[in-house]
C-alpha cells in the first residue's frame, strides 16, 4: 500500500543522507521525497512516499524513528490528511489544440505559466490521482517535458502535529 | 582555562573516564597525539593496524561494559577501521571512534589521506559526526559517549579535522554538563500494561521456552535473568551472543539454539507453546526458516530496540524497554502467582526435553591419535574451569566448538564476533580484555586461518606485556567453509585449504612470545596446563585437530528448527527418540 510518512529531523549537514542511505540500504523504495525547513529553522521536515506491507511500513517508521537526527515520524496515511503535489507540464500547443489544452487546464483547476507559438507550460496541483488523471488525458506526443514536485502531506483539522 | 581542540580533545575523554585509548597516529591526527603526550591518565597502546584497534577496545567494551575508545588518522586509517567499527555495530557493541580529518578548508578536494568517513560508516554506525568549529569538539565527544553507551548501545564516529584541533588556536575550555538532544530519547521503562500480559500468558503456559540473546548482557540482566528462570522453572536457551548471561552448567540450560546448536534446544523451541524471548533479535542463524519457525507458540519479546521487535518474526506481547527493568517488572507481578503455573504440564514438559537431551548431540568420537577439535575445548575448560577466566573467539568451526563445549557462567566471559562474524576479532579483542584484567587468564581460540587476519597484534602483546594463551585449533582449512563444501559443493573445497602455513611456534617466538605444538590427544592437558602456569607469557598453543571434523547438529538454510543434520555418528533410533 502507498503511504504518505512526514519525518522531522534536525536541519543539519547529513541528516537527508542519513534516511537515504537508510532506505537504500534496507531495499525500501521511495516513490517521492521532499525536504525543506520548517517554521523552526533548526529543524527539516520530509515528504516521502513509499510503498510496501504493513510489515515494511512499520519497520520503515521504526528505523526511521531510530536515526538520531530525527525528532518525529508520522505516518499521514493511518489518519484523515490532505495530499498535494506540485506538477508542471511543458506541451505542445499548436492550432485547434491551443483552445483545447487551455479548455483542459481549466477543468483541472490548473493555469497556464508560460505561452508561446507552439507551446504551453501548465501548472497543477493536487493529489498524485489528480495529476495521474491530467497526464491521461492527453496524448504522448502533445507532453513535451513533465517535472513533479513529490507529494506533500498534512493532517486535517486545526491541531498542528508537534515536531518532537 | 584556554585549551586548543587537541587539548579539548584529551581533557573531554578524561572528563569522560577514559583510561584506555587503542590507536594509530597519522598526519591528521598528529596534533591530538602531541596532547596524549603530555598528559599520563589516559593510556594509549599502540596497535600494528586499526583493524586490531577497533577489535581490542570492542573487547574491552564487551568485557568490561564501558565503552571502548579507538584514535585512527584520515584517509587509510578510518577505513582500516570500518570492519571494527561493522563488528561492534552488528553485536551492539559500546565504542567511540574519534577519526582525524583533512583541514576543513580542503575538505572534498580530494586531499591527501582523505575519505568522506562519515558517509564510509554511515550505515555500520549507531551515529556519526563531523565536527567543523573547534567551539564544538567537548559537546560533540559528550553526546557521542551518551549515544554510545545508552539505549540499544554501539559504535559512534567523531571525525576531526586537522585544523581545529591546532595548538596555536585555544579557546576557554568548560566541560558541558548538560546535554540538548530532542531527538535522541532511548525508551527506558517498559510498559505495564504489556508486562502484565505477559505474565498471563507465562501462567497459562503449558511448554515454555526462555530465549535469551546478548541484550541481557549488554543490559546488566544476568542477576535478574537467573532469578526469573529459578521462578518459573522454565527451561532456557541462549543465542551465541548471550552465553554466559544464564550458567551453562545449570540444569535448566538446554545449551545455545540455531544453526549449531543443541538438539534440545531446537526442538524445545519448534514445540513449544510461549517463547519468552530476552534481548534477542531473531538472527536469521537462530530462526532458521521464518515460516518454520515456532509454530506452536505465541511469543512475548523484550527489547530496547523497537525496531529489533517484529522485525523477522510476529511477535504477540512486544515490551519495549531496558531488559533489566522489564524483567524485574515481570518477576515482582509473576511471584505471588507463580503457583498458578500448571506443575503438572512443565515436568511433562521437562520428561520431553530429556528425551531430546538423551539423544546427546554434541557427542563426538574420540580421536586415540588425532585430537579432536571437541576435546581440545573440553580440555581446555577441565584446565581453566577455576581460572578467572575470559575467552575471545575468531569465527568458525572453532568458534562454534567453544560455543558447544565450553559453559560459560558468567556474563561477559565469552567474547566473539556475532552479527558480523569477523576473522581477525579474537587477538585483538583479546588484548582489550587483558588489559582490562590483567589478572586475568585471558585466552583466545581460534583457527590458522583467522589468526592470520590481525597476527600482528602479537607485536602488540609484546610490547605492552599482554599474557595472552592463544589456543589455534589447527586443522590446515577454513573449517566452516570446508564444512559447506563438503555439504552443498560435493567436497569441491575450493581455495578453502590453508597452504604454506607459517611454523606458527617460531613465529611466536620471533615476536618474543612462547609457542608449544601439540599433536598428541595425550599431551593435550599437559600443555594447556604448562601454557596456563606461565601467567605473564603469551603463549601460542598450535594444537594439529583433526582436519574432517564438522560442527554438529546443524540446521541448513531453508529448514526449520525440527530438521536438524546430526552428527552421523548418531543412530537413527536415537534421532527418533
Given at each position: 500500500?502507498?503511504?504518505?510518512?512526514?519525518?522531522?529531523?534536525?536541519?543539519?549537514?547529513?541528516?537527508?543522507?542519513?534516511?537515504?542511505?537508510?532506505?537504500?540500504?534496507?531495499?525500501?523504495?521511495?516513490?517521492?521525497?521532499?525536504?525543506?525547513?520548517?517554521?523552526?529553522?533548526?529543524?527539516?521536515?520530509?515528504?516521502?512516499?513509499?510503498?510496501?506491507?504493513?510489515?515494511?511500513?512499520?519497520?520503515?517508521?521504526?528505523?526511521?524513528?531510530?536515526?538520531?537526527?530525527?525528532?518525529?515520524?508520522?505516518?499521514?496515511?493511518?489518519?484523515?490528511?490532505?495530499?498535494?503535489?506540485?506538477?508542471?507540464?511543458?506541451?505542445?500547443?499548436?492550432?485547434?489544440?491551443?483552445?483545447?489544452?487551455?479548455?483542459?487546464?481549466?477543468?483541472?483547476?490548473?493555469?497556464?505559466?508560460?505561452?508561446?507559438?507552439?507551446?504551453?507550460?501548465?501548472?497543477?496541483?493536487?493529489?498524485?490521482?489528480?495529476?495521474?488523471?491530467?497526464?491521461?488525458?492527453?496524448?504522448?506526443?502533445?507532453?513535451?517535458?513533465?517535472?513533479?514536485?513529490?507529494?506533500?502531506?498534512?493532517?486535517?483539522?486545526?491541531?498542528?502535529?508537534?515536531?518532537? | 582555562?584556554?585549551?586548543?581542540?587537541?587539548?579539548?580533545?584529551?581533557?573531554?575523554?578524561?572528563?569522560?573516564?577514559?583510561?584506555?585509548?587503542?590507536?594509530?597516529?597519522?598526519?591528521?591526527?598528529?596534533?591530538?597525539?602531541?596532547?596524549?603526550?603530555?598528559?599520563?591518565?589516559?593510556?594509549?597502546?599502540?596497535?600494528?593496524?586499526?583493524?586490531?584497534?577497533?577489535?581490542?577496545?570492542?573487547?574491552?567494551?564487551?568485557?568490561?561494559?564501558?565503552?571502548?575508545?579507538?584514535?585512527?588518522?584520515?584517509?587509510?586509517?578510518?577505513?582500516?577501521?570500518?570492519?571494527?567499527?561493522?563488528?561492534?555495530?552488528?553485536?551492539?557493541?559500546?565504542?567511540?571512534?574519534?577519526?582525524?580529518?583533512?583541514?576543513?578548508?580542503?575538505?572534498?578536494?580530494?586531499?591527501?589521506?582523505?575519505?568522506?568517513?562519515?558517509?564510509?560508516?554511515?550505515?555500520?554506525?549507531?551515529?556519526?559526526?563531523?565536527?567543523?568549529?573547534?567551539?564544538?569538539?567537548?559537546?560533540?565527544?559528550?553526546?557521542?559517549?551518551?549515544?554510545?553507551?545508552?539505549?540499544?548501545?554501539?559504535?559512534?564516529?567523531?571525525?576531526?579535522?586537522?585544523?581545529?584541533?591546532?595548538?596555536?588556536?585555544?579557546?576557554?575550555?568548560?566541560?558541558?554538563?548538560?546535554?540538548?538532544?530532542?531527538?535522541?530519547?532511548?525508551?527506558?521503562?517498559?510498559?505495564?500494561?504489556?508486562?502484565?500480559?505477559?505474565?498471563?500468558?507465562?501462567?497459562?503456559?503449558?511448554?515454555?521456552?526462555?530465549?535469551?540473546?546478548?541484550?541481557?548482557?549488554?543490559?546488566?540482566?544476568?542477576?535478574?535473568?537467573?532469578?526469573?528462570?529459578?521462578?518459573?522453572?522454565?527451561?532456557?536457551?541462549?543465542?551465541?551472543?548471550?552465553l554466559g548471561?544464564?550458567p551453562g552448567t545449570d540444569?535448566?540450560f538446554?545449551g545455545m539454539?540455531?544453526?549449531h546448536g543443541t538438539?534440545?534446544?531446537?526442538?524445545?523451541?519448534?514445540?513449544?507453546?510461549?517463547?519468552?524471548?530476552?534481548?534477542?533479535?531473531?538472527?536469521?542463524?537462530?530462526?532458521?526458516?521464518?515460516?518454520?519457525?515456532?509454530?506452536?507458540?505465541?511469543?512475548?519479546?523484550?527489547?530496547?530496540?523497537?525496531?529489533?521487535?517484529?522485525?523477522?518474526?510476529?511477535?504477540?506481547?512486544?515490551?519495549?524497554?531496558?531488559?533489566?527493568?522489564?524483567?524485574?517488572?515481570?518477576?515482582?507481578?509473576?511471584?505471588?502467582?507463580?503457583?498458578?503455573?500448571?506443575?503438572?504440564?512443565?515436568?511433562?514438559?521437562?520428561?520431553?526435553?530429556?528425551?531430546?537431551r538423551?539423544?546427546q548431540s554434541l557427542a563426538y568420537q574420540p580421536g586415540d591419535t588425532v585430537i579432536k577439535p571437541q576435546a581440545a575445548v573440553e580440555t581446555l575448560y577441565q584446565v581453566t574451569r577455576d581460572h578467572?577466566f575470559y575467552l575471545?573467539s575468531?569465527?568458525g568451526q572453532h568458534q562454534m566448538f567453544a560455543a558447544q563445549f565450553y559453559p560459560f557462567d558468567?556474563?561477559?566471559r565469552w567474547?566473539n564476533?556475532?552479527?558480523?562474524?569477523?576473522?581477525?576479532?579474537?587477538?585483538?579483542?583479546?588484548?582489550?580484555?587483558?588489559?582490562?584484567?590483567?589478572?586475568?587468564t585471558?585466552a583466545c581460540i581460534t583457527g590458522?586461518?583467522?589468526?592470520?587476519?590481525?597476527?600482528?597484534?602479537?607485536?602488540?602483546?609484546?610490547?605492552?606485556?599482554?599474557?595472552?594463551k592463544i589456543v589455534l585449533l589447527n586443522n590446515?582449512?577454513?573449517g566452516?567453509?570446508?564444512?559447506?563444501?563438503?555439504?552443498?559443493?560435493?567436497?569441491?573445497?575450493?581455495?578453502?585449504?590453508?597452504?604454506?602455513?607459517?611454523?606458527?611456534?617460531?613465529?611466536?617466538?620471533?615476536?618474543?612470545?612462547?609457542?608449544?605444538?601439540i599433536t598428541d590427544p595425550a599431551d593435550l592437558e599437559g600443555a594447556y596446563r604448562e601454557a596456563f602456569?606461565?601467567?605473564?607469557?603469551?603463549?601460542?598453543l598450535?594444537i594439529v585437530v583433526d582436519?574432517?571434523e564438522n560442527v554438529y547438529p546443524?540446521?541448513?538454510?531453508?529448514?526449520?528448527?525440527?530438521?536438524?543434520?546430526?552428527s552421523?555418528n548418531l543412530?537413527?533410533?536415537?534421532?527418533?527418540?
Amino acid at each position: 500500500m502507498r503511504h504518505i510518512i512526514s519525518v522531522w529531523l534536525e536541519n543539519a549537514a547529513g541528516a537527508l543522507a542519513r534516511v537515504a542511505t537508510l532506505f537504500a540500504a534496507r531495499g525500501y523504495n521511495i516513490e517521492s521525497l521532499t525536504v525543506a525547513p520548517t517554521e523552526d529553522p533548526t529543524l527539516s521536515r520530509i515528504t516521502l512516499v513509499t510503498r510496501g506491507s504493513d510489515h515494511v511500513i512499520e519497520q520503515i517508521i521504526k528505523q526511521l524513528n531510530k536515526l538520531v537526527d530525527v525528532t518525529r515520524v508520522v505516518d499521514l496515511t493511518e489518519g484523515i490528511h490532505i495530499e498535494r503535489e506540485l506538477m508542471m507540464v511543458k506541451v505542445r500547443a499548436e492550432g485547434t489544440m491551443r483552445a483545447e489544452l487551455k479548455q483542459l487546464t481549466d477543468i483541472f483547476r490548473g493555469r497556464i505559466i508560460d505561452i508561446g507559438h507552439t507551446h504551453y507550460v501548465i501548472e497543477i496541483t493536487g493529489d498524485n490521482a489528480k495529476l495521474n488523471a491530467f497526464i491521461e488525458t492527453l496524448d504522448d506526443n502533445t507532453i513535451l517535458e513533465t517535472i513533479r514536485s513529490g507529494a506533500l502531506g498534512v493532517v486535517r483539522g486545526r491541531k498542528p502535529v508537534a515536531a518532537s | 582555562m584556554n585549551l586548543s581542540g587537541a587539548e579539548i580533545v584529551v581533557q573531554t575523554l578524561q572528563d569522560e573516564g577514559v583510561d584506555y585509548i587503542w590507536g594509530y597516529p597519522g598526519g591528521a591526527v598528529l596534533h591530538i597525539y602531541d596532547a596524549l603526550f603530555q598528559q599520563d591518565q589516559i593510556r594509549h597502546i599502540l596497535v600494528r593496524h586499526e583493524q586490531g584497534a577497533t577489535h581490542a577496545a570492542d573487547g574491552y567494551a564487551r568485557a568490561t561494559g564501558k565503552t571502548g575508545v579507538v584514535l585512527v588518522t584520515s584517509g587509510p586509517g578510518a577505513t582500516n577501521a570500518v570492519t571494527g567499527i561493522a563488528t561492534a555495530h552488528m553485536d551492539s557493541v559500546p565504542m567511540v571512534v574519534i577519526s582525524g580529518q583533512v583541514p576543513t578548508p580542503v575538505i572534498g578536494s580530494d586531499a591527501f589521506q582523505e575519505v568522506d568517513t562519515v558517509g564510509i560508516t554511515r550505515p555500520c554506525v549507531k551515529h556519526n559526526f563531523l565536527v567543523k568549529r573547534l567551539e564544538d569538539i567537548a559537546t560533540t565527544l559528550k553526546k557521542a559517549f551518551y549515544i554510545a553507551a545508552t539505549g540499544r548501545p554501539g559504535p559512534v564516529v567523531v571525525d576531526i579535522p586537522k585544523d581545529i584541533t591546532d595548538p596555536n588556536i585555544r579557546i576557554p575550555y568548560t566541560c558541558p554538563d548538560t546535554l540538548q538532544m530532542r531527538s535522541y530519547n532511548p525508551m527506558v521503562k517498559g510498559h505495564v500494561g504489556q508486562a502484565h500480559k505477559a505474565v498471563e500468558l507465562i501462567l497459562q503456559a503449558q511448554r515454555p521456552v526462555i530465549y535469551t540473546g546478548g541484550g541481557v548482557i549488554l543490559g546488566e540482566a544476568s542477576d535478574i535473568l537467573r532469578e526469573f528462570v529459578k521462578l518459573t522453572g522454565f527451561p532456557i536457551t541462549s543465542t551465541l551472543m548471550g552465553l554466559g548471561a544464564y550458567p551453562g552448567t545449570d540444569a535448566q540450560f538446554l545449551g545455545m539454539l540455531g544453526m549449531h546448536g543443541t538438539y534440545e534446544a531446537n526442538m524445545a523451541m519448534h514445540e513449544a507453546d510461549l517463547l519468552i524471548a530476552i534481548g534477542a533479535r531473531f538472527d536469521d542463524r537462530v530462526t532458521g526458516q521464518v515460516a518454520e519457525f515456532c509454530p506452536h507458540a505465541r511469543i512475548i519479546h523484550i527489547d530496547v530496540d523497537p525496531a529489533s521487535i517484529a522485525k523477522t518474526v510476529r511477535v504477540d506481547i512486544p515490551i519495549v524497554g531496558q531488559v533489566h527493568q522489564v524483567l524485574s517488572d515481570i518477576t515482582a507481578r509473576l511471584r505471588p502467582q507463580r503457583d498458578q503455573i500448571s506443575q503438572t504440564a512443565l515436568d511433562v514438559w521437562w520428561q520431553q526435553i530429556a528425551t531430546w537431551r538423551a539423544v546427546q548431540s554434541l557427542a563426538y568420537q574420540p580421536g586415540d591419535t588425532v585430537i579432536k577439535p571437541q576435546a581440545a575445548v573440553e580440555t581446555l575448560y577441565q584446565v581453566t574451569r577455576d581460572h578467572d577466566f575470559y575467552l575471545t573467539s575468531d569465527v568458525g568451526q572453532h568458534q562454534m566448538f567453544a560455543a558447544q563445549f565450553y559453559p560459560f557462567d558468567q556474563p561477559r566471559r565469552w567474547i566473539n564476533s556475532g552479527g558480523l562474524g569477523t576473522m581477525g576479532f579474537g587477538l585483538p579483542a583479546a588484548m582489550g580484555v587483558q588489559q582490562a584484567f590483567p589478572e586475568a587468564t585471558v585466552a583466545c581460540i581460534t583457527g590458522e586461518a583467522s589468526i592470520q587476519m590481525c597476527i600482528q597484534e602479537l607485536a602488540t602483546c609484546r610490547q605492552y606485556d599482554l599474557p595472552v594463551k592463544i589456543v589455534l585449533l589447527n586443522n590446515g582449512y577454513m573449517g566452516m567453509v570446508r564444512q559447506w563444501q563438503e555439504f552443498f559443493y560435493d567436497s569441491r573445497y575450493s581455495h578453502s585449504y590453508v597452504d604454506a602455513l607459517p611454523d606458527f611456534c617460531k613465529l611466536a617466538e620471533s615476536f618474543g612470545h612462547v609457542g608449544l605444538r601439540i599433536t598428541d590427544p595425550a599431551d593435550l592437558e599437559g600443555a594447556y596446563r604448562e601454557a596456563f602456569a606461565q601467567k605473564d607469557r603469551l603463549v601460542f598453543l598450535d594444537i594439529v585437530v583433526d582436519p574432517a571434523e564438522n560442527v554438529y547438529p546443524m540446521i541448513k538454510a531453508g529448514q526449520g528448527h525440527h530438521e536438524m543434520h546430526l552428527s552421523p555418528n548418531l543412530t537413527t533410533e536415537r534421532e527418533l527418540a
